[in-house]
């Protein structure tokens, strides 16, 4: 249409007006049929496509060449805040590349119009800034397009509208830059040029192009080839400044170009420096925190050093550690970024997924990662744009996995432990935790009374005779619980073994309740025992014994022994 109406002004303005107005409402269909985020952001990519499409029909075919020129660069504008705002809506990798497109972009406008312009002094001041404008639009929609492509894998008839798009975006710089001149020339540079972004916009409104708006990974380190084509580009753009160019204001804009180039390059070095200490910190942390969980046994110091190392690592607000203990289910967290997010949903979930997984709100991103043991370790980054790049998860997953060994050697050093010390049968002190105790408070009573009581079942022989092995075990474990109701909370209950239990006190006032301690155990197993195969009666025979200065641990031992068999002989008198 563009072509027929060409060199007739009030056509002209009607078709650019036409343009405006299907560019806007195909934009207003594709919003609200698609849904996408952001649906303002399309908006603005219409106004980009009407301005930038047709400028002097839109402006009327005698409009001065100034307004022109002014609704370029609010087409230029608009293609600007679109993909801006894409990004920052987008956030991970697409910020990255973000950077290397408009480095790219202005590198290809500076070198362009500089090599383009060489030897030709006599060219007027506007058309040279329109070349400016025209090339930085079109270098702009290229990258834009570009990274479309990448992004319109799944739909074929996206990738056809943005391949057209490109390829009049090429021969539309190409025309736009000969030596016929840039208004002038409406029926190459502009209809080409118009229809690159109606492609642009058809491509942009296909239904799998809502992918635009959903937030993505960043990847890992930066690949040798866009450092190739980074180089190449500030090679260009250097090299574009030094080819002689009539005027010293077309040299004073090529080294602003230069040093816009300049600029993005300085703060893409710093985001990969920064890339970098992240990735090693978190290089870092894996082999720490293994190094620390073959070393640690102690399995709430190990939580927590975790937690600690993990938050400075990775930079978070908050970190917390859901995972089971001993005692049931156990939190630790270091908090001041925000309150806690209910950590019992993320713990139920959790533990049927093996890989981590990021929950984005408005205000935060919460990376959780389930243990292979039971529970969740949550990262916590507090802000509207956080996220974990895909470095950071790796290294989390690899955090969960050392997390998970490390507490099941813990919980299996804790359980040996536990395995050595106390009966299996009753869950007492055994034995060898008994003498232990003993000999650290014989040694060390620094003055303190030591009591012992020696305690016999009697007639236990005749349960298990008469009841069986099974009844046996029963009784030994019921009575072991009467007897914990009746020690004191600082005194040791233990298994001797067999049928023979010993009650550890210390303190001042040993020697005074040892006496009454044997009296209320006597009279609590003297009470009948409701079996499952029937009831038993037993009694307890008690010998008390009270460490004397300079008295060992075996003599010690043997007294209680000899008062609980004397004891046993007076009650088998009656």
């Given at each position: 249409m563009a072509v027929l109406v060409a060199g007739v002004p009030a056509a002209e303005t009607l078709a650019g007006v036409c343009t405006a107005v299907v560019a806007v409402a195909a934009v207003a269909v594709g919003v609200r049929s698609y849904r996408p985020r952001g649906a303002w952001i399309w908006l603005v990519l219409a106004v980009g496509i009407s301005c930038t499409a047709f400028p002097k029909m839109l402006t009327g075919g005698a409009t001065p060449q100034a307004v022109m020129i002014f609704v370029v660069l609010i087409g230029n504008l608009a293609f600007l805040v679109a993909p801006l705002s894409l990004v920052r809506m987008r956030g991970g990798k697409d910020r990255e590349e973000a950077f290397d497109g408009w480095i790219l972009a202005l590198?290809?406008?500076?070198?362009?119009?500089?090599?383009?312009?060489?030897?030709?002094?006599?060219?007027?001041?506007?058309?040279?800034?329109?070349?400016?404008?025209?090339?930085?639009?079109?270098?702009?929609?290229?990258?834009?397009s570009l990274r479309l492509l990448f992004l319109a894998r799944r739909s074929p008839s996206a990738w056809l509208l943005l391949l057209g798009s490109v390829a009049g975006q090429f021969i539309g710089i190409s025309l736009a830059m000969t030596n016929s001149g840039i208004i002038d020339s409406v029926v190459g540079a502009d209809i080409l040029a118009g229809l690159s972004r109606l492609l642009l916009g058809a491509a942009a409104l296909a239904p799998g192009m809502t992918a635009l708006t959903v937030p993505v990974e960043r990847r890992g380190d930066l690949?040798?080839?866009?450092?190739?084509?980074?180089?190449?580009?500030?090679?260009?753009?250097?090299?574009?400044?030094?080819?002689?160019?009539?005027?010293?204001?077309?040299?004073?804009?090529?080294?602003?170009?230069?040093?816009?180039?300049?600029?993005?390059?300085?703060?893409?070095?710093?985001?990969?420096?920064?890339?970098?200490?992240?990735?090693?910190?978190?290089?870092?942390?894996?082999?720490?925190?293994?190094?620390?969980?073959?070393?640690?046994?102690?399995?709430?110091?190990?939580?927590?050093?975790?937690?600690?190392?993990?938050?400075?690592?990775?930079?978070?607000?908050?970190?917390?550690?859901?995972?089971?203990?001993?005692?049931?289910v156990a939190q630790v967290a270091?908090?001041?970024?925000?309150?806690?997010?209910?950590?019992?949903?993320?713990?139920?979930?959790?533990?049927?997924?093996?890989?981590?997984?990021?929950?984005?709100?408005?205000?935060?991103?919460?990376?959780?990662?389930?243990l292979t043991e039971g529970g969740v370790l949550m990262v916590r980054r507090c802000g509207r744009r956080a996220t974990f790049s895909v470095d950071e998860r790796v290294s989390a997953d690899a955090v969960g996995v050392t997390v998970s060994s490390a507490l099941r050697r813990c919980r299996s050093e804790a359980q040996a432990r536990y395995a050595a010390m106390h009966d299996a049968l009753t869950g007492l002190p055994n034995r060898a935790q008994f003498l232990a105790r003993l000999d650290s408070a014989v040694t060390d009573m620094a003055g303190d009374p030591v009591a012992l009581l020696l305690l016999d079942l009697n007639r236990f022989k005749d349960v298990n005779d008469n009841l069986g092995h099974r009844a046996g075990d029963e009784l030994l474990v019921a009575a072991a619980d009467r007897m914990r109701g009746v020690v004191p909370a600082d005194g040791l209950l233990a298994r001797?073994?067999?049928?023979?239990?010993?009650?550890?006190?210390?303190?001042?006032?040993?020697?005074?309740h040892a006496a009454d301690v044997a009296k209320r155990l006597g009279a609590a197993l003297d009470e009948p025992f409701v079996l499952t195969v029937g009831v038993a009666q037993i009694s307890g025979s008690v010998g008390v014994a009270v460490h004397r200065a300079g008295e060992s641990m075996e003599q010690l031992l043997h007294r209680a022994d000899v008062a609980m068999y004397q004891r046993k002989r007076e009650r088998s008198r009656r």
């Open positions: 590198a290809l406008a500076v070198g362009l119009r500089q090599l383009l312009l060489a030897g030709q002094p006599d060219r007027a001041v506007v058309p040279q800034q329109v070349v400016l404008v025209l090339t930085v639009t079109a270098s702009v929609t290229l990258a834009a690949p040798y080839a866009r450092v190739v084509l980074l180089g190449v580009a500030l090679s260009l753009a250097i090299a574009g400044v030094f080819v002689e160019v009539g005027g010293d204001r077309l040299m004073s804009l090529g080294g602003l170009g230069v040093l816009g180039i300049v600029v993005l390059l300085i703060v893409r070095v710093a985001q990969l420096i920064n890339d970098r200490e992240r990735a090693r910190r978190l290089h870092a942390l894996v082999a720490e925190l293994g190094t620390r969980a073959l070393s640690e046994d102690d399995e709430h110091r190990l939580v927590r050093h975790i937690v600690e190392q993990v938050r400075a690592a990775m930079s978070a607000d908050v970190v917390a550690l859901l995972y089971r203990s001993e005692l049931g270091a908090a001041d970024g925000g309150p806690l997010p209910p950590l019992e949903e993320l713990f139920a979930d959790g533990v049927a997924d093996s890989r981590s997984r990021e929950v984005r709100t408005r205000s935060a991103a919460t990376l959780a990662v389930p001797l073994a067999g049928d023979e239990f010993v009650v550890l006190l210390q303190g001042v006032a040993a020697a005074c």
